[in-house]
């Protein structure tokens, strides 16, 4: 690939990154080079590592689990690194006994080093491709001084081996050279490695003499070479620290292979170059099906790219995209280097048909060519579903979502796949922004829905079924905005409009959802000035799940104890149908001055009954102050929206450091205009001006620790940042366990003002008195909708 070719001062920085030093076993001089591969793996060759120990060069002996003295050039000179034998494959002759001295040619000399730890940047993988004749590639000495280059070109491709031949000027390939990688400019990879040099007889020199010509491996015969070895990660046996490789027919009883089981010597080579990725199959099977796939792409691509104009524009815009460099000479890459780059490149391929769809809008033939692109592509790992432009985008909006509302993305994908089981990305019931790559990474290969589709086309992808759902749920301007990226991206693959708008509708219902209310109980309290201490006058409501309001009771006619009210809000409660499903919701409106009244805490429980019955225990008890709520012009307005806002953003934690009312006052106006939760800390004096302040200006969720002394409100269990809707059972949860346990002061108080339930004063309106017979001992037995 010599058209596409990574950034960068120059075309060797990713080599001088990979280099790798050899050190003699005293650090008094270099036994050879190396190539760092990816993790803590190094390649090099087996001679380095008999050189490194003062072993004959060719000795097949296996040295066993030796450490060897490496650095890395490009980090420092001087600083060393133990890295420790993990893979031996040593030299054989051709005919597989062992090399005489003074051979010219050998196979196998391959050895893997494992490191203590990864190194850090700029140390960095390489790109690998095949060696080829005429490749122009340069070597450098172990030590990886600057001047110690050698330029050399791949004379003749033979078996396996490059015949490389230097001009007769600047350095040449000599001792230290050897496993180094040759590094390609003109294709930003790696080729081979060097293994060794042909010299001249020691005679005088004559012009029949072969000069300045040494050999290096192939890439795709160090592949062939590690792989027969087991020496790749899918070949590695378990096991104990060390297992020998079965030895090759008459290399003696040294040879054989090392394997470390500590070792994750992974052969993962792979460069990142902005958002290109590219990746060596690690199995002659993965190879040859991906070579199958770049070769049926080359006939759609003749005919949406034939012409080299349109070849170069696209390409070029591609290239960008990728992080890529592309030529401005006007040329084009061949049809087939453009198909090598869509199947090697990560997001390559929905990059280019990003690029070329627009244009296809009124051409079903060519629309059909890029489908079967699209198609060919799924069976690739470099594919991916987005584009680099629509992938950034996308991620952009969900990390910003998921700030201000962690649980959208798994309300969402849940609603949007019911009948899939979702990614372990998706378990967790809230996300923090960094996980969101993870997130869309699982959701580009899951599979799109099984609803029809009209004429054939592609089904829906899981992703921008998700997608849609998460924008009906946030609406406003974000809604627009990802629905209009979900329109391009369906229309990019081929989706049909109708299939999109089908599911865009379901995300629509389901944004209007309103949760089942189930049976709810509305008390007012109330008291005179004379009524005796902790006695209140009482009305109770209920409301029916179809929304239906009755009055049940009255006590307005004398003030009554906290547990004879208890008591009478569990009978009415447990007459009232269908109060067997689910929990009954209590909300008690009290007076401005009632707000820190422990409600929850009186006691319902007969005279006879065995088991304590707190109401803050078997019902989701609330609090809520109509006469605080109407005390601004904008009240309901400002209640409304902040109420259609709970599930965006967080809780604002009000304490001290808000600068008190004025303060807090200035938030509630500015930066957190639609909080809907606030999280009271402080003091009792502190909360008793806080509070207020929420209450008027329309905050829906007011909770904090009625018992708290000191500020600290204790409430951590409660999670207050939690999933907003189950607030109340987890407050209900929280009460259960401080009730029973002596050493748990904190005493929750909630405040909830739900828009769609009525305030008493309302009902008291709408409810004629005739007819309506009101008991002190418990519910009446009639009841009058209204």
């Known amino acids: 690939m010599t058209w596409f070719r990574t950034p960068g001062d120059d075309g060797y920085a990713d080599a001088r990154g990979a280099l790798v030093r050899v050190l003699a076993a005293d650090r008094s001089r270099t036994a050879g080079a190396g190539v760092y591969l990816s993790g803590r793996t190094l390649l090099t060759c087996a001679h380095v590592v008999n050189a490194a120990l003062g072993q004959e060069m060719f000795s097949a002996r296996d ?35 062992p090399v005489p001295d003074g051979s010219l040619g050998w196979a196998g ?27 122009e590639v340069r070597a450098w000495y172990g030590g990886g001084q600057p001047f110690s280059f050698a330029d050399v070109r791949v004379a003749a491709y033979d078996d396996g081996v490059g015949y490389l031949d230097g001009q007769l000027s600047g350095a040449a390939v000599d001792e230290g050279y050897s496993g180094g990688p040759l590094w390609c400019a003109a294709d930003g990879a790696a080729v081979g490695l060097v293994m060794g040099r042909i010299t001249a007889p020691g005679t005088a020199l004559s012009a029949q003499h072969t000069v300045r010509r040494s050999w290096g491996l192939g890439w795709q015969s160090v592949l062939r070479e590690l792989r027969h070895a087991g020496a790749l990660p899918g070949g590695r046996p378990s096991g104990p620290a060390h297992r020998r490789a079965p030895a090759a027919p008459g290399s003696g009883a040294g040879a054989g292979a090392y394997y470390s089981s500590a070792s994750d010597a992974a052969l993962v080579v792979e460069t990142n170059s ?51 460099r592309a030529p401005a000479d006007g040329t084009a890459p061949s049809v087939a280097e453009l198909a090598h780059l869509l199947t090697r490149t990560e997001r390559a391929l929905p990059t280019l048909a990003e690029s070329l769809a627009p244009a296809l809008a009124d051409d079903p033939r060519g629309r059909g060519e890029l489908d079967r692109l699209l198609a060919l592509g799924r069976m690739t790992d470099a594919a991916r579903l987005l584009s680099v432009a629509e992938h950034h985008l996308v991620r952009t909006k ?14 969402a994908a849940t609603a949007a796949l019911p009948y899939l089981d979702l990614p372990a990305s998706l378990h967790a019931a809230r996300l923090a922004p960094a996980t969101v790559a993870g997130v869309l990474s699982d959701l580009e290969t899951w599979p799109g829905d099984s609803s029809p589709v009209p004429d054939e086309t592609p089904r829906l992808p899981a992703l ?38 089908e599911r865009r509708a379901d995300a629509e219902r389901w944004s209007q959802r309103a949760a089942t209310a189930g049976v709810r109980i509305l008390v007012e309290l109330d008291r005179h000035a004379k009524d005796p201490a902790g006695h209140y006058r009482s009305a109770v409501w209920r409301l029916r799940a179809d929304g239906s309001a ?15 009210i208890a008591r009478l809000v569990r009978e009415i409660a447990g007459g009232t149908e269908g109060a067997e499903h689910g929990v009954v919701l209590v909300a008690v409106s009290v007076p401005p001055d009632a ?10 429980a007969g005279v006879d009954e065995y088991i304590p019955a707190p109401l803050g225990e078997d019902f989701h008890l609330i609090l809520r102050c109509p006469r605080l709520r109407r005390r601004s012009r904008t009240g309901a307005a400002d209640l409304t929206r902040r109420w259609n806002a709970r599930h965006r953003g967080e809780a604002l934690h009000a304490d001290r450091a808000v600068g008190g009312r004025a303060g807090l006052i200035g938030l509630l106006k500015t930066t957190h205009r639609d909080t809907a939760r606030v999280l009271l800390q402080g003091t009792a004096p502190q909360r008793g001006e806080l509070l207020p302040v929420c209450l008027v200006m329309g905050v829906p969720i007011v909770l904090w620790d009625r018992a708290s002394r000191t500020g600290d409100p204790g409430l951590d269990a409660v999670a207050p940042e939690g999933p907003v809707d189950g607030l109340p059972e987890r407050v209900r949860h929280f009460r259960v366990r401080a009730y029973a346990d002596t050493a748990t002061p904190a005493r929750p108080a909630l405040v909830w003002e739900d828009i769609g339930m009525p305030l008493p004063d309302e009902l008291q309106l709408a409810d004629p008195a005739e007819g309506l017979a009101h008991s002190a001992d418990g519910p009446d037995t009639t009841e009058r909708a209204i």
């Open 63 to 97: 040295p066993g689990g030796v450490t060897l003295d490496v650095s890395f050039p490009v980090l420092s000179a001087t600083e060393t690194r133990r890295a420790r034998l993990a893979a031996w494959i040593p030299p054989r002759s051709h005919h597989r006994g």
């Open 109 to 135: 000399d391959l050895a893997l080093l494992e490191l203590g730890e990864e190194p850090p940047p700029p140390v960095g993988p390489v790109r690998w491709l095949e060696m080829a004749r005429g490749q």
């Open 274 to 324: 902005g958002s290109a990725s590219v990746s060596v199959p690690d199995s002659d099977s993965d190879s040859d099906s991906v070579e199958t796939v770049r070769d049926m792409m080359v006939g759609p691509l003749h005919l949406l790219l034939g012409d080299p104009t349109a070849r170069a524009a696209h390409a070029t815009a591609v290239a960008a995209e990728l992080g890529l």
């Open 398 to 411: 969900f990390e910003h979502l998921c700030r201000y509302d962690p649980g959208l993305l798994p309300r």
């Open 464 to 501: 921008l079924r998700v997608v849609e759902y998460v924008a009906a749920e946030t609406g406003g301007l974000a809604c627009r905005a990802l629905q209009e990226w979900s329109g391009r991206v369906a229309a990019r693959l081929g989706i049909h409009a109708s299939a999109l708008r």
């Open 550 to 564: 009755a009055r049940a009771a009255t006590g307005t006619d004398r003030p009554r104890p906290g547990h004879e």
């Open 595 to 604: 707000l820190e009244l422990p409600v929850d805490e009186w006691d319902g």
